[in-house]
């Protein structure tokens, strides 16, 4: 495969997952008590409990974002 191709791929996936999660953090912030009362629905959480896992969530999905996106489409930047 070519290079500006992955380059290209790599560089839409960055966005895209940070697209997401730009909304998912905006829909936490803006929507957070909504959000909550459904998932209160499924599961015995109370509100610290809740917030600290959704925080925890979009930080690991920010650090997948950088090492599967952004890390490999700098460095095809640098390579190419």
Known sequence: MHIGTLCWFFFWCTVINYLILGGMTAAFVLLGDKIFALHRRWFDLDKGTFEVAMYF???IYKILVLVFCFVPWIALL???
Do not use: H, P
């Open 78 to 80: 640098i390579a190419g």
């Open 57 to 59: 969530f979009l930080g």
